[in-house]
């Protein structure tokens, strides 16, 4: 198990996979980009790992919107304790949708709780990039 690491070090390690890979600008829905793969990746990083990693549905909805829109491909990253896990959003089915009350910001203490609607996507069916 690793130590808990932040978007900007999940960045630099995905360089092992994607060695073009670009940060994106802050006004774009998702972190990173690779021109070789035409793909936009977003990135996450939890603190506990479950079998399930959760996703927002704006989240879900965003990236679908461009890869429809551009034809780039879309790759959801999600690192936790247990290693790093990527889906091919294109390639699999939307999940179920539920509604959630979380915080509003995921690494910010005393955030406020808002409702926010989620899916769930199954480790089973990611690639496993990193331990």
Partial sequence: MGKKIKENELFEKLKLFFPDLVQSSQFDSWDCFTAKHNTIIELKCRNVHYDELIIERIKWDAL???????????????????????????AINAPEWLLRVLPTKTDFAGSEQIEKEVGFLDCQHARLLLV
């Fill in 64 to 90: 679908a919107h461009k890869r429809a829109s551009e034809a780039l491909g879309t790759i959801y990253v999600c690192w936790t304790p247990k290693g790093t896990w990527a889906w091919n959003l294109g």
